[in-house]
């Protein structure tokens, strides 16, 4: 095996080979190993690295963060550490691109800069269209120019000169200006809040201010523009069951979207039968599945308005609601055997039997072909 470590210059792979029961050879065996192992699972034999080389580097760190024994909060300065152990040269011809050009930068400030871009980068790669974009945007930016920045809503790809004035927003930031749909803008806004991010400028990354996001509500008010409403766009039941399903995962509980499609309509209408009758105690239970209970009720809208109130709850629910999580899965294993099969066993253990057909008469249910133990649990649990 060949040794880990790199020239200092030129970052190629040393040629010696390694010392007995070591990753380096006898003339760098006291080098970091930590550093170059790392280097080694990120970048393999290469040496000519760009940005996105390093960018893999700080998703390694930062996933890796409690293997190599630093607290995530220090990830950043552990990032750094491992800067320092790339030729500089090599960081500042990577990073050109990315920097203001007119700037001298030592290089303390240069690794800040790149852990901070990295990070954000980071925190926001999900959004892979987004991420394209920010590098094109980032030139632009450095232009600090006034007029608009962009031709078209990054959401709608329409152009802006086609989006009536009552409805094109312009966000500035930076002393750049960016223009948007405004229903867009607002709609991209509550989707962040919604999966608890910080709403944020999708062109800069940079945090939408309180002031702005209250001014984009008086200026919808003032110019008489809707909002849209957070929705999913599901076209099969099999979809919403699919997100309702992720949720439970999420919240700790094993289930599959399969499950969900097998129940028929009634049975979901009973499930939320059960809920409410479960949490009467909990006066939040009463912000949910009001539409499905509700009484013109149709097959059709039933998964979807199940759905989207079960995912929520699951997501509102935390700390001592956390229980309407539980009561609504509890219902669910009422009502389905794949469910009631699945119980986590925290949640079930105690059988009692002898209470059986006493709980059964309480819910009216004396149908029950197949005694239900875990409806025991619950009486004996809860009542
Ligand atoms: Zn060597």
Redo the contacts with the bound molecule.
């Keep these: 095996m060949k040794?880990l470590?790199r020239n200092k210059t030129t970052f190629k792979l040393?040629k010696?080979n390694v010392k007995k029961n070591n990753n380096?050879?006898r003339?760098?065996h006291n080098n970091n190993y930590l550093a170059y192992t790392i280097f080694n699972n990120v970048f393999g034999n290469k040496h000519n690295l760009n940005m996105n080389d390093i960018f893999n580097l700080y998703k390694y760190v930062t996933e890796n963060v409690s293997i190599n024994e630093y607290k995530e909060e220090n990830s950043g300065i552990f990032f750094i550490e491992l800067l320092e152990n790339i030729p500089y040269k090599l960081l500042l011809l990577l990073s050109k691109r990315y920097l203001n050009q007119t700037n001298k930068y030592v290089k303390k400030e240069l690794y800040i800069f790149l852990n901070e871009l990295n990070s954000k980068s980071y925190n926001i790669c999900k959004f892979d269209k987004i991420n394209i974009l920010q590098h094109k945007f980032k030139y632009y930016l450095l232009n600090k120019n006034n007029k608009l920045i962009n031709t078209e809503d990054l959401f709608t790809c329409e152009s802006l000169s086609d989006i009536p004035k009552n409805r094109l927003f312009i966000l500035k930031d930076n002393n750049c200006a960016y223009g948007f749909d405004v229903i867009e803008l607002d709609y991209f806004i509550k989707k962040c809040v919604d999966e608890k991010k910080i709403p944020y400028n999708p062109y800069t990354r940079e945090k939408i201010k309180e002031d702005t996001i209250l001014y984009i509500g008086k200026f919808m008010e003032y110019n008489k523009i809707e909002s849209r409403e957070l929705q999913y766009n599901w076209i099969t039941n099999m979809q919403a069951y699919t997100d309702l399903s992720i949720e439970f995962e999420r919240r700790g509980f094993y289930n599959s979207p399969e499950w969900f499609e097998k129940m028929s309509i009634e049975s979901i209408l009973k499930t939320i039968k059960y809920f409410k009758d479960f949490s009467t105690e909990f006066e939040e239970s009463n912000q949910y599945f009001n539409n499905v209970t509700a009484n013109n009720v149709t097959a059709n809208n039933v998964t979807f308005d199940f759905c989207t109130d079960g995912i929520r709850l699951l997501k509102e629910c935390n700390d001592d609601l956390y229980i309407l999580c539980c009561n609504l899965f509890k219902s669910l294993a009422l009502c389905s055997n794949d469910f009631y099969d699945n119980i986590p066993t925290w949640m079930s253990g105690i059988n009692t039997t002898s209470l059986l057909s006493n709980v059964f008469s309480i819910f009216g249910d004396t149908s029950g072909n197949n005694p239900n133990n875990f409806l025991l649990y619950y009486y004996v649990e809860y009542m």
């Design positions: 040794c470590c040393c010696k380096f050879c003339y760098h």
